[in-house]
């Protein structure tokens, strides 16, 4: 099957993107059969809004007390205060 580029107009921005033979191809060959609704800048963008991360921006940290050593730490997750939280090295130390 012969494919030529097609222009998409980008369901997110609005901008018009090529999509090219070589992507049809590449979706052909992946079983995809629905073409891309958003640019390549905006598929970038919401992957890394889906993976918690936006290019370089930190996840929210909270700060905490280790509950084994008592040193200040901070942890990727909110305490709920029904589990004890650990600092890096005595979690590991708790884990193994």
């Known amino acids: ?3 030529k580029d097609r222009s998409i107009q980008c369901s997110d921005c609005g901008t018009t993107f090529t999509f090219s033979a070589e992507e049809q191809e590449f979706f052909q060959s992946k079983g ?3 073409e891309p609704k958003r640019c390549p ?3 970038r963008t919401r992957k890394a809004q889906r993976h918690g991360n936006s290019f370089g921006t930190r996840r929210q940290m909270y700060p905490v ?3 084994e ?3 200040d730490t901070e ?3 909110e305490p709920r ?3 004890p939280v650990y600092c890096s090295d005595c979690y590991q130390k708790v884990r193994s």
Do not use: E, I, L, T
């Open 1 to 3: 099957m012969s494919f």
């Open 32 to 34: 995809y059969v629905n």
């Open 41 to 43: 800048d905006c598929r």
């Open 65 to 67: 007390v280790c509950a």
């Open 69 to 71: 050593c008592g040193k």
């Open 75 to 77: 942890v990727p997750f």
């Open 81 to 83: 205060g029904d589990r």
